[in-house]
């Protein structure tokens, strides 16, 4: 059974290849690339014929940075649900980080996500493994084991790895086994018991506060640590001018590190939080204008490698409540392509640079062979229709969780089709 995609504008950052081209797909694989018509010889009677027109024709995106909340707190999210929004947002492939119940430190966990993301049999499901055991910052966890069961990068996220010595330990242990390992760079200290960001809005809200250089003092940190120990590091969900800056001068130097940036930190800033929804409450906090503005520079200039979405599910019982009380965090999975895409229309970034943040480059952060559009490779495939309108409401998402401040946000573009492994997993 073959699958023919007919008269799209296929856009493949990795190769530059932005053209109106067809893509056969044939047993799970993508057999065949070539100019609009070009392959109508190729399909017979059985071959189902996907219309293009109009439409991207883009690699199946992948998110870097996804909470499934599954061990441990399914009523916020499942495997299955997650991978749904997943599917629903245009993502192919998502990685889901270890802050679980019973944390992602060992090989039976890792074993229990990846079959019941084969059972949902919808996105790949990448899991990452802990830093740390149960993520306390004290020992670090067994990478072998992981490594063996299938993660592909290790991460306490969700929690700072505060002992310096951990940090650089993991760095050089992680390297036998070719893991990056992905910092939720955040000074607890400086942190404390902060809400939003420290500035002018936090003062007239009276919110306790964080400031950026909470992120920027682990930022330095940890790139510090790499270039000592020639690891491979990823800085989760940049919030802050300075870190961008950092960034930008370790790279400069050689250093292997790479960041990621969230739909939410380059698009929305504190002044968002004076009608304090919760929902606005995420970690690290929405920042100044000052901030975006870095973020949305780094993003243009490559400092940024990657856009990711931090999903994070929580339920009303965690976010209807005070701001104070909280949980930190937002859903994202199902609005990240719009909010990417807003970038493009604002001439920040080209449409083949807003795609290669969410393709070809986490896959390169990842080291797997997906995020490109290239004959022999898996079909993994996503369909953007970049003018449709339409209004979020959360109501109507895949995610188990409402947990997003953009409802009744009107956006142009979203996904309208999805195949992984040549399999349509979703279909608007
Ligand atoms: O806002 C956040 N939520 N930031 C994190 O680092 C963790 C995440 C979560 O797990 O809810
Ligand atoms: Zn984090």
């Not at 189902?48 to 992948?62: H, K, R, S």
């Not at 760095?171 to 070719?178: G, S």
């Not at 640079?353 to 079909?379: D, F, M, Y």
């Amino acid at each position: 059974m073959t699958k023919l995609i007919r008269g799209g504008r296929v856009l493949d950052p990795a190769s530059g290849l932005d053209d109106f081209h067809d893509i056969l797909i044939e047993g799970g694989v993508i057999r065949d690339l070539g100019p609009a018509g070009s392959l109508d010889s190729k399909a017979n009677a059985s071959t189902e014929i996907i219309e293009a027109d109009g439409l991207w024709v883009v690699p199946g995106l992948i998110d870097l940075h996804t909470h499934l909340r599954e061990p441990g707190e399914e009523y916020k999210e499942t495997i299955l649900t997650g991978s749904r929004a997943a599917a629903a947002g245009g993502f192919t492939s998502i990685c889901c980080m270890p802050n679980t119940k019973p944390v992602n430190d060992n090989s039976a966990v890792t074993d229990f996500i990846l079959r019941r993301a084969a059972e949902a049999d919808l996105v790949r499901v990448f899991p990452v493994g802990a830093i740390s055991q149960g993520q306390k910052g004290e020992v670090l966890a067994e990478y072998a084991e992981l490594k063996e069961a299938g993660v592909l990068a290790i991460s306490d996220d969700g929690q700072a790895v505060m002992n310096s010595q951990l940090m650089r330990r993991a760095l050089e242990y992680a390297q036998v086994f070719d893991l990056p390992v992905i910092s939720h760079a955040e000074d607890r200290d400086l942190a404390g018991d902060g809400v939003m960001n420290e500035g002018l809005v936090s003062t007239r809200l009276g919110l306790r506060e964080i400031p950026s250089v909470a992120e920027d003092v682990m930022v330095f940190r940890d790139c510090s640590l790499a270039e000592l120990t020639g690891g491979r590091l990823h800085i989760a969900h940049l919030s802050s001018a300075g870190s961008v800056e950092l960034i930008r001068q370790f790279k400069a130097r050689g250093v292997k590190v790479t960041a990621e940036a969230t739909p939410h930190h380059f698009t929305l800033t504190d002044e968002a939080l004076e009608n304090f929804d919760t929902n606005l409450k995420v970690n690290p906090p929405i920042r100044s204008s000052k901030d975006l503005a870095a973020i949305c520079q780094g993003l243009a200039d490559g400092t940024i490698d990657a856009i990711a979405t931090d999903h994070a599910p929580h339920s009303s019982i965690e976010k209807d409540v005070e701001f104070d009380y909280a949980a930190f965090g937002m859903i994202g999975l199902e609005t990240a392509l719009p909010l990417t895409l807003r970038l493009v229309e604002q001439g920040i970034l080209s449409p083949l640079e807003a795609l290669r943040k969410l393709t070809c480059n986490p896959a390169s952060i990842l080291g797997v062979e997906l995020g490109r559009l290239s004959s022999g490779l898996q079909a993994d495939i996503t369909l953007i229709d970049p003018l449709r309108e339409f209004t979020v409401d959360v109501n109507r998402f895949r995610s188990k969780s409402r947990n997003s401040p953009f409802h009744g946000w009107n956006f142009k573009g979203c996904a309208v089709m999805g195949f992984r492994d040549g399999k349509v997993i979703f279909r608007i």
